[in-house]
């Protein structure tokens, strides 16, 4: 089984960034894509960005031009480079891994953009 730890989140004023890190563990040898997702109370969880091994990456009209997602292969971590923050980005955001058959989810961090 894959176990995914997010970390990075935390408290930023507007127009600042973040960097927020997934790691995965366990079977992660098998993962095809990871993605970022997020959620605030009373909402569906929406898409923020999605790559594949192979690069290839899909982001929400929301972030583009600000976000950036990456990861290592080689070490089966991700990373979303979050510039010009704004208040609306406050929620929790949530690492997700796909492999050939199965969804594994992080269990979320916390971005806060307030000033």
């Known amino acids: 089984q894959v176990q995914l730890v997010e970390s990075g989140g935390g408290l930023v004023q507007p127009g600042g960034s973040l960097r927020l890190s997934c790691a995965a563990s366990?079977?992660?040898?098998?993962?095809?894509?990871m993605g970022w997702y997020r959620q605030a109370p009373g909402k569906q969880r929406e898409l923020v960005a999605i790559?594949?091994?192979?690069?290839?990456?899909v982001y929400a009209d929301s972030v583009k031009g600000r976000f950036t997602i990456s990861r290592d292969n080689a070490k089966n971590t991700m990373y979303l480079q979050m510039n010009s923050l704004k208040p609306e980005d406050t929620v929790v955001y949530y690492c997700?891994?796909?492999?050939?058959?199965?969804?594994?989810w992080g269990q979320g961090t916390q971005v806060t953009v307030s000033s």
């Open positions: 366990g079977s992660a040898f098998s993962l095809i894509g």
């Open positions: 997700k891994a796909k492999g050939p058959t199965t969804q594994y």
């Open positions: 790559i594949t091994s192979g690069g290839s990456t």
